[in-house]
């Protein structure tokens, strides 16, 4: 059987959760926006139940969650809905990174090239982390916001958002955060004053199509969001549309699920991580992003001499993992997250990356695979 380490791309739905998804499809099916009989009533409860829940996990009120149909959706709705605010007021300047995803990453290209606005993506550095002084020395007045990831679905570096979130509150530009990585996984930073906070269930045992976004007030003031897509007055008129009410109780399972077993899941992280690096202690590899800030489920290796793409061929029968991204990873180019980072050519072009999610990787044996590696990298000099 071919051991599954690409979580970072997605996760398997969770036995408990798709129980619960069927029940809200088959039996309570009821739109949450009908209010005319107890089908509509007991969806809308359940809905509000789940709002509830999401809201505490990130220290949030619950009017403040808004479902959508995942991370990318919710960068979105957070970056051009903050488009108006911005032309409005003459703040047409916002700060990010060189290695957001392409969902952030694409949307203010857009604005950029379509609507005048000036972006600066700043350079991590071999470290793979954005310092918080590198961004409070762009802040100019005319900055409407700073998106930065939590963490890096390449790397599994940890960004400063939290402290980030504190030094911005006392400005006027906004902080939104693609947190699809670390929702639960480092939960608390995201308890932090962020303004705006994306969230996708299928990286912690959801369904795909599923997520969230937050919108934290500033006191009694709103993050002055309008809606990029129109038909109704669901989700605070910012996401339109019936509810998907099985996919949202698939969510509020799946957190509830997370949230429960989360340090068993990071102690079992952990140990899977030494037990791989042992295992890969018999090939000549390197580690790419700062060791000391990472998720324990992530890792991100470069195998001297060895070609990515020739090794994911070879390791096919034995596991499944990736060069990077699932949105790009079809494209056989460099990773845009590695060549930001500075590193060597042969380096960026040639990142692996390994993440597991216990316990569905319990059973997973690291040394055969090792031994392949180790076999197909040529002697040294």
Not at 122 to 141: W, Y
Not at 159 to 185: C, F, I, N, S
Not at 210 to 239: C, H, N, S, Y
Request: proline letters at 6%; aromatic letters at 6%; a negative charge.
């Amino acid at each position: 059987m071919v051991a599954y380490l690409d979580v970072a791309a997605t996760t398997r739905v969770d036995p408990r959760v798709a129980d619960v998804v069927l029940h809200w499809m088959t039996e309570d099916f009821g739109n949450a926006g009908s209010r005319t009989h107890e089908y509509g009533a007991r969806a809308k409860k359940a809905v509000q139940q789940a709002r509830s829940f999401l809201a505490d996990t990130v220290n949030a009120k619950t009017e403040e969650v808004i479902f959508t149909s995942g991370a990318t959706e919710s960068n979105n709705i957070a970056l051009l809905g903050l488009a108006p605010h911005g032309e409005k007021t003459g703040r047409k300047h916002i700060i990010t990174s060189a290695i957001e995803h392409k969902a952030v990453i694409e949307p203010l290209l857009h604005l950029k090239e379509t609507r005048g606005f000036e972006v600066d993506f700043l350079q991590p550095g071999p470290s793979g982390r954005i310092s918080v002084e590198a961004v409070l020395e762009r802040l100019r007045p005319d900055t409407l916001a700073v998106s930065l990831m939590h963490v890096n679905n390449e790397t599994g570096v940890i960004q400063p958002v939290a402290e980030l979130a504190e030094k911005l509150r006392t400005t006027p530009a906004y902080l939104h955060v693609d947190a699809a990585q670390g929702y639960g996984k480092v939960p608390g930073d995201l308890t932090a004053p962020i303004d705006l906070i994306s969230i996708s269930g299928h990286k912690i045992g959801a369904p795909k199509g599923v997520g969230a976004l937050i919108t934290r007030r500033r006191g009694w003031d709103k993050v002055p969001l309008e809606p990029i897509m129109f038909g109704g007055g669901q989700e605070r008129k910012l996401r339109p549309g019936t509810l998907p009410v099985p996919l949202i109780m698939g969510l509020y399972e799946a957190a509830k699920i997370f949230h429960e077993s989360r340090d068993n899941w990071e102690r079992e992280a952990r140990a899977m991580r030494e037990q791989i690096l042992q295992a890969l202690g018999k090939t000549r590899f390197r580690l790419n992003g700062d060791q000391s800030h990472t998720v324990p489920h992530i890792l991100n290796v470069s195998f001297d001499q060895l070609n990515a793409e020739a090794l994911i061929v070879r390791l096919k029968d034995q596991v499944a993992i990736a060069t990077g991204s699932a949105c790009t990873s079809a494209s056989y180019t460099p990773s845009h997250v590695l060549q930001a980072m500075g590193l060597p050519d042969d380096v960026a072009a040639n990142g692996l990356r390994f993440s597991w999610f216990p316990p569905q990787a319990r059973d997973f044996d690291p040394l055969p695979i090792a031994e392949t590696i180790a076999h197909m990298q040529p002697e040294e000099d």
